[in-house]
């Protein structure tokens, strides 16, 4: 190289990086590309869609983040290290024969496509994205969009990835979008338009408008609601070539960036890199639809920015092979499993948000800057024939005429409630089963009790823990509503938030003093089961031992976990029998269900109840009971994971002090019924 031109070099470089400094200050140390969360105001929302940029914003509360990482409060970390292109860069097509899947070979006809009312081509393929018109139907009331087959460049080329670092010396970038290859799809597959909203996923995360993305969920519930929606969570390449199609575009509407198409890190994200010039009005995501012109090829909308979304692959290196371990069921991952998200949020500059880019969470993650879409394969037989249906829509209250089998969403945590029908029983144990009994269990007496709806599991880590972050570990009767600093806490404490310990998110909460269930189960709109409502629940109008019966089944719940395979067993059949040693998910036995439907309401974790104990029953008729008016212990029900068949009985009546915290002791919440 010649003294001149290293020379000219080194001024251009000189230049180029006065340019950075006085834009942005990036953390000189960090290599990988960490999705920030931000301390900035919330605007009011305009529900309509629009393009046109709004005033400031005023600062008025802090958006509540809800990851694993660190939080920032004042100064946030800086957001992706990479620069911004200076120029455009050209998409471009590499042809490489050995790839799987690189050339097209349709698996379906014209005819196979026009059978089911849609264009021929997207049976037999497109070349280029100006070949296809957007085709948008509806599937259980939400839009989704064809893809039709066809080829393009996944991944980024070194010309292209050349031009993202141009303002940085950061080689390192972006290697995992390497090497781009062709790919090909031999059929077409639907995917949403949209990213699925509150009003679609029947509960809301951090931000709580219908319209608003679902966030705050983990891959494992994304994974879930897509496959009960008959559809899966797109895979990468699913998810970059109805991003980009088969002109390898840059960003789902072309190669050149445009914040007017997006919610993206302009004015409203105090994050290094934020683009001042420019503000869209949202410090937080803006509701789907806001943003027609943002359309990808196939007319899907907020695939760049608004949210980061899950899709269905494993953190792996390319080249994309279907075969080779990175489509995985469920049941296969790990807590320390990594799945990919793609389409960069709302806190991330431009050259995030494109459509090769790929970034990794760990599948338990979840905070308020994830979310996800869903896809379906292309039938032939069914696609043509879609009833028309509702758009979902969030449901605030329970419905006023429901029957027994009847459940609802309950909004603000995404609890599922059951409908308990109201009904005579008998409450505590009779003379048959004295031998057996507690004294507090006697005498056996008729109750009566108006219908209501009762939480179908626990309350889980994830959710008291958003609960915990919104309203603070507060101190009732001198104690705290969670021990946090509890040997058996499956909650963190990170600054002002709370988080799940990884891999038991949906494990029942405990460590919570009674002050801390009733605070929540109000929170929440609801409140406190009473003793009568919960024996009912359990035991039902046949008075039975065990929620499922009369006869004891190891296999029906998690208990009696604490003896080993060598230790001497106190009790006769009690060897431990679930292989659960600990708690477990709330959903992990559903063959252990009452008869409205409620699970672990033997074992797991006793659940606390409103009323105050412990006494010996009345003997004669009592409606809607609610115990003594004042007392020093508070009422436990339904047994542990640390109980064997005596604890877990209908009937087993627990009682403490309402400061306590145990490693035992969960709860779950209910609703009146509407007379």
């Known amino acids: 190289m010649s003294e001149k031109r290293t020379l000219c070099l080194a001024a251009w470089f000189f230049i180029v990086m006065l340019i950075v400094a006085s834009c942005q200050s990036p953390d000189e140390t960090a290599v990988s590309r960490p999705i920030h969360e931000m301390d900035v105001a919330s605007p009011t929302l305009t529900m309509s869609p629009t393009d046109t940029a709004s005033p400031p914003p005023t600062p008025s509360q802090t958006p509540r983040p809800t990851g694993t990482e660190p939080i920032p409060t004042e100064t946030p970390p800086p957001q992706d290290p990479s620069p911004i292109p200076t120029s455009t860069p050209q998409a471009t097509t590499i042809a490489e024969p050995d790839d799987w899947n690189a050339v097209l070979e349709p698996a379906f006809r014209a005819a196979d496509c026009l059978a089911a009312d849609l264009p021929g081509i997207a049976c037999t393929g497109v070349s280029t994205n100006d070949e296809w018109v957007p085709v948008i139907r509806e599937f259980g009331g939400i839009p989704m969009a064809l893809v039709p087959a066809g080829c393009f460049t996944m991944g980024s080329t070194d010309e292209q990835i050349e031009q993202y670092l141009t303002m940085l010396d950061r080689p390192g970038l972006y290697q995992d979008e390497q090497p781009a290859h062709r790919q090909c799809f031999q059929e077409p597959f639907w995917i949403d338009v949209y990213e699925v909203t509150n009003g679609f996923y029947g509960s809301h995360g951090w931000w709580t408008d219908n319209d608003q993305p679902r966030e705050s969920v983990t891959w494992f519930e994304a994974n879930t609601y897509c496959d009960n929606r008959g559809g899966h969570l797109p895979t990468e390449i699913e998810w970059e070539y109805a991003a980009r199609g088969p002109d390898n575009l840059l960003y789902p509407w072309g190669n050149t960036f445009d914040g007017n198409r997006l919610n993206y890190c302009d004015y409203n994200c105090q994050n290094p890199g934020s683009d001042r010039s420019h503000n869209d009005g949202y410090s937080e995501p803006a509701p789907v639809g806001t943003y027609p012109d943002g359309a990808s090829w196939v007319g899907a909308l907020d695939m760049a920015g608004n949210l980061w979304e899950w899709v269905s692959t494993m953190l792996m290196p390319y080249p994309y092979r279907p075969d080779d371990g990175r489509e995985v069921s469920a049941e296969q991952l790990g807590i320390t499993s990594k799945m990919m998200v793609r389409g960069g949020g709302r806190l991330d500059p431009n050259y995030v948000v494109r459509s090769a880019n790929r970034n990794e969470?760990?599948?338990?993650?979840?905070?308020?800057?994830f979310g996800l879409r869903c896809a379906r394969p292309f039938d032939p037989e069914r696609d043509g024939e879609v009833p028309a249906q509702a758009r979902p829509e969030l449901v605030m209250a329970p419905p006023n005429d429901a029957g027994l089998g009847d459940s609802w969403t309950r909004p603000s945590d995404g609890a599922v409630m059951l409908f308990v029908p109201g009904g005579t029983f008998q409450m505590g144990t009779g003379t048959a089963g004295a031998a057996v009994a507690g004294w507090n269990e006697l005498?056996?007496?008729?109750?009566?009790?108006?219908?209501?709806?009762?939480?179908?599991?626990?309350?889980?880590?994830?959710?008291?823990?958003?609960?915990?972050?919104?309203?603070?570990?507060?101190?009732?009767?001198?104690?705290?509503?969670?021990?946090?600093?509890s040997e058996f806490c499956l909650i963190i404490q990170?600054?002002?938030?709370?988080?799940?310990?990884?891999?038991?998110?949906?494990?029942?909460?405990?460590?919570?003093?009674?002050?801390?269930?009733?605070?929540?189960?109000?929170?929440?709109?609801?409140?406190?089961?009473?003793?009568?409502?919960?024996?009912?629940a359990a035991s039902g109008p046949d008075n039975w031992i065990y929620p499922w019966g009369n006869e004891y089944d190891c296999t029906m719940g998690n208990f009696h976990d604490?003896?080993?395979?060598?230790?001497?067993?106190?009790?006769?059949?009690?060897?431990?029998?679930?292989?659960?040693?600990?708690?477990?998910?709330?959903?992990?036995?559903?063959?252990?269900?009452?008869?409205?439907?409620?699970?672990?309401?033997?074992?797991?974790?006793?659940?606390?109840?409103?009323?105050?104990?412990?006494?010996?029953?009345?003997?004669?008729?009592?409606?809607?009971?609610?115990?003594?008016?004042?007392?020093?212990?508070k009422i436990v029900r339904g047994g542990s994971w640390n109980n064997h068949d005596w604890g877990v009985r209908t009937t087993m009546r627990g009682d403490y002090r309402p400061s306590i915290r145990s490693a035992y002791i969960g709860f779950r919440c209910a609703y009146p019924a509407e007379p």
């Open 562 to 633: 604490w003896t080993d395979e060598d230790d001497p067993v106190p009790f006769p059949g009690e060897r431990g029998c679930d292989g659960i040693d600990f708690t477990s998910p709330v959903d992990a036995y559903p063959q252990g269900a009452s008869w409205v439907g409620a699970l672990d309401l033997a074992g797991n974790v006793w659940d606390w109840v409103a009323d105050w104990g412990v006494y010996f029953y009345p003997s004669d008729l009592q409606v809607n009971p609610t115990g003594p008016t004042s007392g020093t212990s």
């Open 443 to 485: 005498p056996e007496h008729p109750v009566k009790v108006d219908s209501f709806w009762i939480d179908k599991y626990h309350v889980t880590n994830k959710q008291y823990a958003e609960f915990l972050s919104l309203r603070g570990n507060q101190q009732e009767s001198g104690v705290t509503w969670l021990e946090i600093d």
């Open 361 to 369: 969470r760990m599948a338990h993650h979840y905070d308020g800057r």
């Open 494 to 536: 990170n600054g002002e938030y709370f988080y799940s310990k990884m891999g038991f998110e949906d494990h029942p909460v405990m460590d919570v003093s009674w002050y801390g269930a009733r605070a929540y189960c109000e929170w929440i709109g609801g409140r406190l089961l009473t003793e009568a409502e919960w024996e009912y």
